[in-house]
């Protein structure tokens, strides 16, 4: 008899191994009667882990053996992470799962509506130094080149 065995038997263990004998009878391998009387042992008379081994030792389950480690890792956080071929930042699509699909390209700005916006930018400083500095600028030339740079910029840039 091992340590094992010689420990005291808890009422987990008396459970486990009753219901064992139930798939035994179900499976046909015990007899009802041979159920009662085993069932009726282990609640009365088994007092250590090895009287309730006795009660299965002819049948092919071990109700008490310890549960086997799970066969890989059980924490997913130590599964590897598989990398993409192309790192995202180099990537020109967005990923298949993404909400926006598969082949999306990222869209891309027309040189014509950067320089528009410096423009406007440029308008914007010389009206706020005309205004600080009392001087009167004159905003049309610049109003016009903005316009017909925004007009372009409607076109398709291919």
Known sequence: MTSADAM?????????????????VGEGRIT????????TEAYATAKTVGDLRELT????VDPLAPPKPAAGPTDPWQHPYPMPAIPPWAQRTF???????????????????IAAAAMMTLW?????????????VFPLPLL??????LRNGRRRFR
Request: net charge positive; no cysteine.
């Open 144 to 149: 016009f080149i903005a316009f017909i740079l």
């Open 32 to 39: 009802l009667s041979e159920f009662e009387q085993r069932s």
């Open 57 to 60: 030792r002819d049948l092919p």
């Open 95 to 113: 990923p298949a799962n993404h909400p926006y699909g598969g082949q999306v390209q990222y869209r891309r700005v027309h040189p014509v509506r």
């Open 124 to 136: 914007l400083v010389t009206a706020v130094v005309g205004a600080v500095f009392h001087v009167f």
């Open 8 to 24: 005291r038997a808890s009422d987990n263990d008396r459970e486990r191994v009753v219901q064992a004998l139930q798939e035994q």
